[in-house]
């Protein structure tokens, strides 16, 4: 069983700088991609950045060039660094690893973390 443990995100004024953390824990021989999403009231979780195995990035329309995702393959670790915040930021933000352990692969879920981004 894989666990996903976050951390980071709070309340930041626009224009503001937040740095959100992933660790995942347990038996992993290997993660196929690591991503963030997040969900705001009323919307659908939407994807918000992922790297996959390889190391290529991708990111949602809304936050290129202000978001950068970036990981640790060693530490089993993801990070989320949120630059330039805007208030339709403002979402409860997971993150999200998929890959190998024992058995049937793994899609493992943080627990969110609240990004508020307000004056």
């Known amino acids: 069983q894989v666990q996903l443990v976050q951390s980071g995100g709070g309340l930041v004024q626009p224009g503001g700088s937040l740095r959100l953390s992933c660790a995942a824990s347990?038996?992993?021989?290997?993660?196929?991609?690591m991503g963030w999403y997040r969900q705001a009231p009323g919307k659908q979780r939407e994807l918000v950045a992922l790297?996959?195995?390889?190391?290529?990035?991708d990111y949602a329309d809304s936050v290129k060039g202000r978001f950068t995702i970036s990981r640790d393959r060693s530490k089993n670790m993801v990070w989320l660094q949120m630059n330039s915040l805007k208030p339709e930021d403002t979402a409860v933000y997971y993150c999200n690893v998929r890959g190998r352990t024992v058995g049937p692969d793994f899609d493992s879920w943080g627990q969110g973390t609240q990004v508020t981004v307000s004056s």
């Open positions: 790297i996959i195995s390889a190391g290529n990035t």
């Open positions: 347990g038996t992993i021989f290997g993660i196929y991609a």
